[in-house]
């Protein structure tokens, strides 16, 4: 692959495409693609139609070519299905107009993929950010699939056109030195890049570089937005700019593939977002019920202490396990992101669900107080108030 290029005009690189030069074994001509012309001149016409769409757009051309190794060639259907399958991966609809030119000469046969940016229908632009260390990847990949002679990259994978990794601080270089071993950073950097060579989960890239000690931290907004990793060896800690840009979210994001949040997730983030004491109270409250299990539900909203404790399921679990249901439930809570924001705020609200209770308080008897208060002569009835005494 050589490196993917933009320009303004579709006439002049049209026409160097399909033009017979000595160097070729044959003519140039057009194996594929979803245009309807084959010359020169209507093909760039039929290219032109779309810069109508969008007279915003300076530069709607999108050029890069694919060789094969020297001595190799293929089918033209070959080509052309190779092509459609890498373009449809780059990102591209099919209703971008795109054709496929076939070049053979002595350094290998190739074809060159001419595009339009502007969709032909809807007129939405293709944006393509790192293009050229995608489609790296992206030929790679079509190799194995196809079976093809794998080959070590291209030019998009050089320092001048690809995210680098930071270099070692002289400190480190001399730990190297005299220890004989790989610094830190070095090792984390080394891991990473074997794991991104192709697309890999979230889980799956955590725990390939636990197996190598190395802990890797998701760093997320309170919304859920991924912004990254930071990574640690041996206590030694590095944020993804400490490593180089080549770790930062931008440049791994094509590779990580990131599950959607899961039901405790959601949860998580809404105790957390909570606008008030009362609702993250009210939120641990009934999923500390839904864990018991069994409750009537309208019995969420109450303290802790004062849910049934006759509840089958509830002694049930009092007896296989031997812990009180308030123990139980607080086992579970603590397994909450953010516990300390809400036992914090519990403290402060001194809510009783932080409070260990044997068994829940009981109601031994109650008594009704009538109190008539004296008015103010401008109030022509007396106020009356009932107020129940509780002795618990």
């Not at 694919?66 to 399958?85: T, Y």
């Not at 070049?103 to 293009?131: C, F, M, P, W």
């Not at 019920?289 to 006759?310: A, K, M, R, W």
């Not at 009783?352 to 208060?373: D, G, N």
Request: hydrophobic fraction near 35%; glycine fraction near 4%.
């Amino acid at each position: 692959m050589q490196k993917i290029k933009r320009g303004k005009a579709f006439n002049g690189l049209i026409s160097y495409l399909l033009k017979p030069a000595s160097h070729h074994k044959s003519d140039p001509y057009v194996v594929g693609g979803n245009v309807i012309e084959s010359f020169a001149e209507a093909l760039s016409a039929e290219f032109n139609a779309t810069k109508l769409l969008r007279s915003d757009v300076s530069k709607p051309v999108w050029h890069n070519s694919l060789r094969l190794p020297v001595g190799e060639n293929l089918p033209m259907q070959k080509w052309k299905q190779i092509a459609d399958d890498y373009m449809k991966r780059m990102g591209f609809s099919e209703t971008h107009l795109r054709a496929y030119v076939l070049h053979d000469d002595k350094d290998g046969q190739h074809i060159h993929i001419v595009a339009s940016r502007i969709d032909a229908t809807s007129g939405k632009l293709y944006l393509g950010k790192n293009e050229n260390l995608i489609s790296t990847r992206i030929i790679q990949e079509l190799e194995k699939d196809y079976q093809l002679t794998q080959t070590k990259g291209s030019d998009a994978l050089k320092l001048s056109s690809s995210p680098v990794k930071s270099k070692k601080s002289r400190n480190e270089a001399m730990q190297e030195k005299r220890t004989g071993k790989k610094c830190p950073k070095t090792i984390i950097q080394e891991a990473i890049d074997t794991l991104i060579t192709s697309k890999i989960s979230e889980d799956e890239f955590v725990q390939q570089l636990a197996a190598q000690k190395i802990k890797a931290i998701p760093n997320r907004a309170s919304t859920g937005k991924m912004n990254g990793f930071s990574f640690e060896y041996k206590n030694v800690s590095f944020k993804a700019s400490q490593l180089g840009k080549k770790y930062s979210w931008k440049n791994l994001e094509p590779y990580i593939i990131i599950a959607p949040p899961t039901v405790d997730d959601r949860k998580a983030s809404i105790a957390f977002n909570a606008t008030s004491p009362e609702e993250i109270i009210q939120i641990v409250k009934a999923d500390a019920v839904n864990f018991i299990g069994g409750i009537d539900p309208e019995n969420t909203q109450l303290p802790l202490p004062v849910l049934p404790v006759e509840n089958d399921i509830y002694q049930e679990k009092v007896k296989t396990t031997g812990k009180s249901y308030v123990d139980v439930a607080m086992r579970w809570i603590e397994t909450i992101p953010f516990i300390d924001t809400i036992v914090i705020t519990l403290k402060k609200l001194r809510n009783p669900l932080l409070r260990a209770f044997k068994q829940p308080p009981k109601i031994f008897s109650a008594s009704l107080l009538h109190i008539e208060l004296p008015c103010l002569p401008s109030v022509e009835k007396s106020v009356k108030t009932n107020i129940f005494r509780l002795k618990i």
